[in-house]
Nanobody, 128 residues
Framework: QMQLVESGGGSVQSGGSLRLSCTAS????????MGWFRQVPGKEREGASC????????YYANSVKGRFTISRDNAKNTLYLQMNSLKPEDTGVYYCAARFDYLSATQICRTASGFPAWGPGTQVTVSS
């Protein structure tokens, strides 16, 4: 069973940057599609960015396109999310998720319900 742990969250001012990391353990993540989902109180968890099992395809929500970059290092069992030009509306809890799947990043990011493995989340707070 895969365990996921996020790190790298924190508080920054608008326009700042953060880099989130997600380390997987328990099983190798090389056949797993992975993603970053974020959630704010009162709203459903939404896919911010996803990456296919081999890194060939990526997906970005319109709200983060051009500012966030997802990447993975399968040799290190680690997923990353580089977040630049952060805005107050990026505030939320960011969760790393994984699913054993060969679908494209766009397909897997449509819903959080298809992911069986989740990290505990890391808080990102962007102040204006």
């Amino acid at each position: 069973q895969m365990q996921l742990v996020e790190s790298g969250g924190g508080s920054v001012q608008s326009g700042g940057s953060l880099r989130l990391s997600c380390t997987a353990s328990g099983v190798t993540n090389e056949d797993y599609a992975m993603g970053w989902f974020r959630q704010v109180p009162g709203k459903e968890r939404e896919g911010a960015s996803c990456i296919s099992w081999n890194g060939a395809t990526t997906y970005y929500a319109n709200s983060v396109k051009g500012r966030f970059t997802i990447s993975r290092d399968n040799a290190k069992n680690t997923l990353y999310l580089q977040m630049n030009s952060l805005k107050p509306e990026d505030t939320g809890v960011y969760y790393c998720a994984a699913r054993f799947d060969y679908l494209s990043a766009t397909q897997i990011c449509r819903t959080a319900s298809g992911f069986p493995a989740w990290g505990p989340g890391t808080q990102v707070t962007v102040s204006s």
